[in-house]
């Protein structure tokens, strides 16, 4: 699937990130991601886990961004931003969504109520 990328060119997070060089930050272009696949493609997200994400390139205010997404076969939704700057595409980030939790992943210790940590 090709989908438009929105953000504002105002987005807050550009003045403070950073004020004579203003770049989105990777969690906001991340999380604007993640609404449109998890839109389009109809699907509850908060059960997912985020297998990879690579940050390649700087997203500036103005960019034009693209989301190409995919869905693959073992649970796996893979994703490519991109931002097209005076004509030229350019990936800006990547990664995969996973729809579950794979079984050799270390699982946390369940902390006993009132133990501490």
């Known amino acids: 699937m090709h989908s438009r990328l929105e953000v504002a060119r105002d987005h807050p997070a550009f003045a403070g990130h950073f004020p004579k060089f203003p770049v989105l930050p990777g969690a906001v272009l991340l999380e604007a991601a993640l609404h449109v696949i998890e839109s389009e493609r109809g699907i509850d997200l908060t059960q997912w886990q985020i297998a990879s994400v690579k940050f390649l390139d700087v997203v500036r205010p103005g960019d034009v ?22 004509g030229r595409d350019r990936t800006v980030a990547s990664g995969s969504l996973s729809s579950g939790a794979p079984a050799s992943a270390p699982r946390p210790a369940a902390v006993p109520p009132g133990t501490g940590s």
């Open 65 to 86: 961004l693209g989301l190409q997404h995919d869905a693959c076969s073992g649970g796996l939704i893979r994703f490519t931003i991109l931002a097209t700057d005076r």
